[in-house]
């Protein structure tokens, strides 16, 4: 049961993200987050940044990016159990 409830939760930030890195929606809801929450904006916004980055193939800002998110995802994962999978 636990394990179905951690897999419907990843499938839905997974879904919001991936919604926000391609536009599909404009902004992440605004408020006061906890610290998971902070966790999963920042490396969404991360994510965004290497979409971007990776439609101008700038090789630098690339690597950079793919650092940073690398470090937020694993982050992400030690403080949700949730492996990110963009």
Known sequence: ????K?????????KIAAEYI????NKL???NYNIKQEIFVELTNECKKLKNA???????KISEIIKR????????YNST???WLL
């Open 1 to 4: 049961m636990k394990n179905k």
């Open 6 to 14: 951690l897999e419907e939760v990843s499938f839905a930030l997974h």
């Open 22 to 25: 391609t536009g599909k929606t």
């Open 29 to 31: 809801s605004e408020g």
């Open 54 to 60: 990776l439609e101008t193939n700038d090789i630098q």
């Open 69 to 76: 998110k690398n470090y937020l995802a694993e982050k992400f």
């Open 81 to 83: 159990c949730i492996k």
